[in-house]
Structure formats: structure tokens, C-alpha cells
């Protein structure tokens, strides 16, 4: 992450203006960075990283996150969208300043997919379905989308990302409303030919 | 006769391959308990030997989802339509996408019923050179497999053939053992009945079907464009300005015919029979009642031919998305747009249109609302009183008026929509879901049997009941006979009675006695407004175009105590009042028939004309402010 991408994303406050407000505030406790234009009070997804963020400042070290912003905020998604932070580790207080070798978030692996929604795939992007998290829809309209091909485990195509979201399920194209498509989880196909960046 | 059910999902040509083997000996059916229709038709082989009826069946996605279509298409495979058990299956499933349509198709053999599976669109899914065997599957599904185009007709013999072999054989119940052990159980699993459907595919075909990636990407990029938040919004106001306007043009060649027909005829009819109450009823009763429902029919049928058009080429579905968020705002979907786009055309086939409308509380809202939509039959009456407001007024004024009164009509539609939604028919909005078909050149035949269906359905339904209300009405201003001029007989007949004794309801609108029966009379259908108006300022008989001539003897009508009958605010306050109120009968009879229950028009009535008369106090009570007196 570079100093100026955001770390909370719900209040759009950046690592550079969380490092100056340590700098100038000096605040013993992580939970002090709440007062930094309220990061990590909205979804929480940021905390642990605010607290990783507040532990390097308080070891003199430069304060970093070594995430790419587009993982971190794919993360976030599925963070909102499940509940659960499945593949990241939760570090302690202790580990923080006990000064071990901080864990960084996983990388993808086989066992473990990335599963994001699905309005954020890019154009072109194939991805697998995951029609597991798709709990919070009413029945009808779950049995609707498995009827008309989004079962689990399919492969699709997306053709429009964002809101609606187009994707074609072998040759037929599916528009989906932005609040249905948000609450598909895919994991995205990597190297997809002609997929668009 | 033998009955045969024809099944499918949607957007796999199947109604398209019916037309082909039924053409126009075919008719709507509703099925009972269910806002879903079909049609029934019969075919004859081509020898003229056989004949069967074939049903044709709502598309569905699955026989099992507790979905209006679903419903009936299981109903209708378990005799539960008119009490008849279906012989025999045709399976209509999409060859260029079978993994979902033999999933659907499965779902259908499990009923114990002869079939025959037409593999449709053959000749694309040969094009894209999927070599399907039509022999394997019909050996992994134990039936008969037709590769048929319903767009070329390709193949539609082979399917008369097996159609009638199907009928003429013994029903054999060993073969249907031996097809059910084939297919998946019906309680299986989406997911095990896909993986059912792959194994079917792979087993059948030679090699995967290629897909052109350039003509997908290309399509990728149409699609972004036309559901576009603005780019998909202009395309949208685009094409529905040149349909309306074609609409408007059109139409209004065969109207101004029938309307000449219907006047030359009653005029004959006159010639021959003598004066009297015959002559009368046959000619303003009768003749004018027929006119009044034919006059509605060219603009029904181009509005259903167009838009038939329309969604057979794909772009409505995309048109529904591109729309979608500004309709969600108010409690409707993008799939109301196009019927309350239809209303302003007319009312009653945009309240016919409403079916595509998947939630019944957003198809209701839609309906109640889609009669605010300055319709066609509102125009003339614009005309006349914007003509006699405007007398002295810049030359702006007229468009402005005329567009102020449009947007009025819609925006008090929306805000209805929204307040409905927020109280009787309060419910969660369904997100949209919906497939998006490929792009194609529509086809003119199906658009063409599209019409002439919908054509009579309209006859059928809403005709009968304009046809009465005609009648009625003309008793109702002919009755008692007074054998003075047109002018005594408007005043001293039961409709001049009954507005007589309503005027004081409309005098704080400013309402005199007389135009308080021109209103009257213009709650059986508004454009009666003009030709009443005409009639009480003496201008004769045919007085149903606005011309300048009536609107000047309009205009300088005196109340009984010699001052104007048209003050600004007097005339402002009615405009305001038509765009508003509910003044059609035909409308609220479409509407009881398309909800099933008077207490929807009753609904729309009450709620209409509240707003109607509110809105008229307010802007006789403010432009008379502004104008510094009453």
C-alpha cells in the first residue's frame, strides 16, 4: 500500500494521515486512531490492521501494509459480505508488541480461494460461482438464479461489470441487479485471456 | 382431438416453431387462477389427415419453482387445465445451450407422458459448429430428438411426423420405464440434475461448440452501452421517441379512416331510416360505440406490433436494466416502464402489458398508476382548452402548457407509484433478474401473429364493454325526448339532469352547469369533452375536432348571468383536472378484468378523481388569487 491509499475505506481515511496523526498525537493505544477522522469504526474491517499500523509507529518502525489496495479492498468485500475474515490472521495485542515476525494476510491458495463478490470482476474476467453465501436472498429468487444456470460451482463470463452486472453462463447472458450480484461470491480464474485490466 | 403440451424454457424459440405449426389458427388462453397466459391452436398435418391441438405453454425455467409459469405448466402436465390430460409432450430446448435446457428438459420427461424433445435454433448450433447427435441424445433420453429451426422451418416436418407417430402408437409403457431410468430422480440436487445435463452433453456431442470470441466482445460492449446509466438512458428515450412518434403518425391515417366510415355509415343510416328513436340509437348509439372501440385499434396493434419487435430483438431486456434504477426510486421496476411508456399511447394496452411483470404488488402499482399517463384520448381536450388559455399569451405558451401537462400527468403517476408502495402495497422491491437474449432480426411473422392475437383479445374484452358504455351513454343524453334543438336535448336529458344536479360538487372548481356536463359526459371517455362542449355552445353535431370554430364559440360561452364560462382560472383548473382524473370506463374495466377484482378500479377511480379535484381547487383558488378575483 502506498502512503495515500485509505486504510478505512468506509470513512476514506489514509495511511499517510493515520501516520500523521500518530506522529502528533501520540495516542498509547490503538484504539486512540478511532480519533483520526473515526477510521475503524465503520465496518471494522480495518482494525487489525490499524492496530498492526499503530504497533510498528510504536516500535519506531515505518509504519506499512503490505497488501496490494485492490486485494485488500477485494478482501474487504468478502469480509462484508460473509462476516467472516476466513484468510487472514487475526494478530493479538501481545504478538504486536512482543515484537515477533508479524504475519502478513495470506496469499490465495487452493485451499483457501479468494471469493469476492461479483460486481467486482472485470470485464472479460471468467470466475467460479459460489452460490453458498447466497443465504441472505429470498428462495424464489435463489431457485430463479440456479434455474436459469448459476448453479454452484458453474463458470462465468462477465460481460458488464459493476451495477447490473452481465454474465454469460455458456451462451446465455444473464443481467443481474446490482444487490443480487453483490451477494454472489466468486473466485476469479486467473490469466483469463482477453480479460481487460 | 389429441392435446399436446409444448414445453420450454424462455427464449428458446418456442413459440416461434408453435406459430409455425399453428399459424393464426391459434388463440390467447388464460389459465385459471393464474395471470399467466398461453395460447391454443390447432394443427393440421400437411396431408390434412391429422389434426391436434397443441398447447402452447408459458417459457419457464424450471417445473418445480413456486413461479406463476412453473405452476401452470405443471398444472397443465397433470390435466389441471379445463379438466383435459395432455397426450403427449413436444420438449422445445435450445440446441446452442443445452446444459440448461436438458435440465429443464429432464424435469419435463419425469411426467409419464409421450414426448418428442425438438432440438430448436439447429441451424445456429450447427453454424457454431456444435456437432450434437441428435440419435445419442435420443438414446440418452429415451425419445424421439427433432433438430428443427423454427426461424427457417427447417425440420418442422420431421416434427409433424413424429407428432403424429407419437399419437398414433399405443401408449407404451415399457419404453417410458426404460426413458425414467435414464433421467436423474426428481428430487435431485440443481447441482446433481447440471451435472446430469453435462454428462448428456458430453456424451452427445463431438466437440465443444466454438464461440466467436470477437462477436462475443462485441456484444460485451452493446450490452455496456445500452444498460449504460446515461448512454442507456438516451438509447432508451431515442428509440421510444421514433416508436411513439411512428405511433402518433401512423395511426393516425386509419383512425381519421374509420372515424370517416363510421360517419358516412351512420349518416346512410340516417338517410334510410326514418327520424326516430331507431335511427338514433342505431346511429349514435350503435354506429358511434363501434367507432369509439375500432378508433382505439390501430394504435393497439402498431403499439404491440412495435414492441413485439422490439423484444424479439433483444433490446427490451436491456432497455428494462437501463432503466431500472430510476424506476426503482419509485417503488417499480424496469419492467413497468414500458407499459406506463405504452399508457401514453393509450391506457388500455399498457395495462395489458403489465403481465410481463414478475411481482404481483409491483404489477398492481403499475396498473393503478399507468392511467395518469396523458393518453391519446386526453389530446384533443389539451387542444381546445390550452387553445382558448393561450388566446393572447405568447406563442411559447401553447408548448409549454402542453408539455407542463405531461409531465404533470407522470409525475402525479410516480408519486402514486411511490405512496402505494409505501402503504397498500407495501412489499420488498424485487431486485431484477433477467436473461438478456441475443441480439437477432426480429421476426415480422411472429410480431404479426402477436397482434392479430392481442388485436382480438382487445375486441374480445375491452370492446364488448365500450361498445355498452356507448349505448348507455347515448340513452342517458337522448332520454327524454324533448324534440327541441341538440342544445334543449343536452340540457333537459338525464345527463343534463344529473350534471345539473352535481354543479354545486364542481363549483368551487368554477364550474358551471355546463361545463359540469361536458365533464360528465366525458367520464364515459374524455374526448366526448370536445364534441359535448360543442354541442352546448351550438355548433352542431360534428363538433369532434377542436377547429377553430368551436373553439371560438367555446371560448365565448356565457353562464346564465352573462359573464364567460371560461375565466383563466375556470379554464386552468378543468385542464388540470383532465390531465388528472380517471375519465375512461374502458380503462377501469381492463383494469377489473387484468386484477380480477372491482376493488382496484374502484381504487383508481376514487383516488383519481380525489387528486383530480384537489389539484383543480388549488389552481382555480391560486390563478384566481393571481388574477385578482374570481
Wanted: include cysteine; glycine fraction near 8%; charged fraction near 20%.
Amino acid at each position: 500500500m502506498n502512503p495515500d491509499d485509505h486504510v478505512c475505506l468506509c470513512f476514506r481515511v489514509s495511511q499517510r494521515k493515520l501516520v500523521n496523526f500518530m506522529e502528533r498525537e501520540k495516542p498509547r493505544v490503538a484504539s486512540q486512531l478511532s480519533d483520526c477522522l473515526g477510521a475503524g469504526t465503520g465496518c471494522q474491517w480495518c482494525v487489525p490492521f490499524l492496530r498492526r499500523l499503530h504497533a510498528q509507529w510504536q516500535r519506531g518502525e515505518t509504519p506499512e501494509l503490505p497488501v496490494a489496495p485492490a486485494e485488500y479492498a477485494a478482501r474487504r468485500a468478502q469480509y462484508r459480505a460473509t462476516g467472516t475474515r476466513p484468510d487472514i490472521e487475526v494478530e493479538t495485542e501481545s504478538q504486536y508488541h512482543s515484537g515477533k515476525a508479524i504475519p502478513t494476510p495470506m496469499p490465495a491458495d487452493s485451499a483457501n480461494p479468494v471469493r469476492i463478490p461479483l460486481t467486482q470482476l472485470r470485464r472479460g474476467q471468467r470466475a467460479i460461482v459460489d452460490c453458498s453465501e447466497l443465504m441472505d436472498l429470498p428462495e424464489g429468487d435463489r431457485c430463479l438464479l440456479h434455474a436459469m444456470g448459476m448453479h454452484h460451482e458453474c463458470e462465468v463470463r462477465v460481460c458488464r461489470s459493476g451495477t447490473p452486472c452481465i454474465v454469460q453462463i455458456d451462451s446465455t447472458r444473464l443481467g443481474i441487479s446490482g444487490e443480487v450480484a453483490k451477494k454472489i461470491l466468486v473466485t476469479p480464474i486467473e490469466d483469463t485471456p482477453g480479460a481487460k485490466a | 382431438m389429441p392435446r399436446i403440451a409444448v414445453l420450454g424454457n424462455p427464449n428458446t424459440g418456442k413459440t416461434t416453431l408453435f406459430n409455425r405449426l399453428c399459424g393464426v389458427r391459434a388463440r390467447t388462453a388464460n389459465f385459471p387462477g393464474s395471470t399467466v397466459e398461453g395460447r391454443i391452436g390447432t394443427h393440421r398435418s400437411p396431408d390434412g389427415r391429422a389434426q391436434l391441438e397443441l398447447v402452447d405453454l408459458p417459457g419457464s425455467y424450471s417445473l418445480t419453482l413456486d413461479i406463476p409459469e412453473a405452476r401452470v405448466c405443471r398444472d397443465c402436465l397433470d390435466g389441471a387445465v379445463d379438466g383435459v390430460m395432455p397426450d403427449a409432450m413436444l420438449v422445445v430446448v435450445d440446441a446452442t445451450n443445452l446444459r440448461r435446457n436438458l435440465q429443464f428438459a429432464a424435469q419435463c420427461l419425469l411426467h409419464r407422458l409421450p414426448a418428442v424433445v425438438a432440438l430448436n435454433m439447429w441451424d445456429v448450433a450447427r453454424q457454431r459448429s456444435s456437432c450434437v447427435d441428435p440419435a445419442e441424445l435420443a438414446r440418452r433420453l429415451g425419445c424421439p430428438v427433432v433438430p428443427v429451426s423454427g426461424r427457417t422451418g427447417e425440420g418442422v416436418p420431421a416434427v409433424d411426423v413424429a407428432l403424429d407417430t407419437l399419437c398414433s402408437l399405443p401408449f407404451d409403457s415399457d419404453a417410458l420405464v426404460a426413458r425414467l431410468q435414464k433421467l436423474p430422480p426428481a428430487d435431485a440436487s440443481p447441482a446433481a440434475l447440471a451435472a446430469w445435463a453435462d454428462g448428456v452433453v458430453q456424451a452427445s456431442s463431438a466437440r465443444a461448440a466454438s464461440i466467436d470470441e470477437g462477436r462475443e466482445a462485441m456484444v460485451d460492449r452493446i450490452d455496456e452501452a445500452l444498460t449504460h446509466p446515461l448512454l442507456g438512458i438516451g438509447a432508451f428515450m431515442v428509440i421510444m421517441a421514433a416508436l411513439f412518434a411512428s405511433i402518433f403518425m401512423v395511426a393516425a391515417v386509419p383512425m381519421s379512416l374509420i372515424d370517416l366510415l363510421f360517419g358516412s355509415v351512420a349518416t346512410a343510416v340516417r338517410a334510410v331510416l326514418p327520424d326516430g328513436i331507431l335511427a338514433d340509437l342505431l346511429a349514435d348509439g350503435v354506429l358511434r360505440g363501434i367507432g369509439g372501440v375500432l378508433v382505439f385499434l390501430p394504435q393497439i396493434c402498431l403499439l404491440f406490433f412495435l414492441v413485439s419487435l422490439l423484444e424479439d430483438s433483444g433490446y427490451l431486456a436491456r432497455a428494462a436494466f437501463a432503466v431500472d434504477r430510476v424506476m426503482r426510486r419509485f417503488g417499480l421496476s424496469g419492467l413497468s416502464f414500458v407499459p406506463l411508456l405504452s399508457s401514453h399511447a393509450c391506457a388500455l394496452p399498457g395495462i395489458m402489458s403489465t403481465r410481463l411483470i414478475r411481482d404481483d404488488r409491483e404489477r398492481l402499482a403499475t396498473i393503478l398508476v399507468a392511467p395518469f399517463m396523458s393518453c391519446s384520448a386526453r389530446l384533443p381536450v389539451y387542444v381546445l382548452l390550452i387553445g382558448i388559455l393561450s388566446v393572447g399569451k405568447p406563442p411559447w405558451f401553447a408548448g409549454v402548457a402542453f408539455a407542463a401537462c405531461y409531465a404533470l400527468g407522470a409525475g402525479a403517476g410516480l408519486l402514486t407509484a411511490l405512496l402505494a408502495r409505501r402503504t397498500i402495497l407495501r412489499g420488498p422491491a424485487r431486485p431484477l433478474v433477467l436473461e438478456l437474449p441475443p441480439y437477432r432480426i426480429p421476426s415480422l411473422r411472429n410480431a404479426a401473429l402477436v397482434t392479430w392475437d392481442r388485436a382480438n383479445v382487445f375486441l374480445r374484452n375491452a370492446g364488448t364493454t365500450i361498445l355498452a358504455i356507448s349505448v348507455v351513454m347515448w340513452w342517458l343524453s337522448a332520454f327524454p325526448r324533448t324534440g327541441g334543438d341538440a342544445r334543449i336535448q343536452q340540457a333537459e336529458s338525464f345527463a343534463g339532469r344529473i350534471g345539473e344536479a352535481i354543479q354545486p360538487v364542481f363549483a368551487p372548481l368554477g364550474f358551471d352547469s355546463q361545463l359540469t356536463v361536458g365533464v360528465m359526459t366525458s367520464f364515459m371517455a374524455r374526448e366526448v369533452f370536445v364534441s359535448t362542449m360543442g354541442v352546448l355552445a351550438g355548433a352542431g353535431h360534428d363538433a369532434d375536432v377542436a377547429d377553430q370554430r368551436v373553439l371560438e364559440q367555446v371560448a365565448s360561452m356565457t353562464r346564465t348571468d352573462g359573464t364567460p364560462v371560461f375565466t383563466t382560472a375556470t379554464c386552468a383548473a378543468a385542464l388540470v383536472f383532465f390531465v388528472l382524473a380517471m375519465q375512461c370506463l374502458p380503462t377501469l374495466a381492463v383494469t377489473r378484468r387484468e386484477t380480477g377484482s372491482w376493488k382496484w378500479p374502484a381504487i383508481q377511480f376514487g383516488w383519481m378523481t380525489f387528486v383530480a379535484y384537489m389539484a383543480a381547487l388549488a389552481v382555480h383558488a391560486a390563478v384566481g388569487m393571481a388574477a385578482g378575483g374570481p
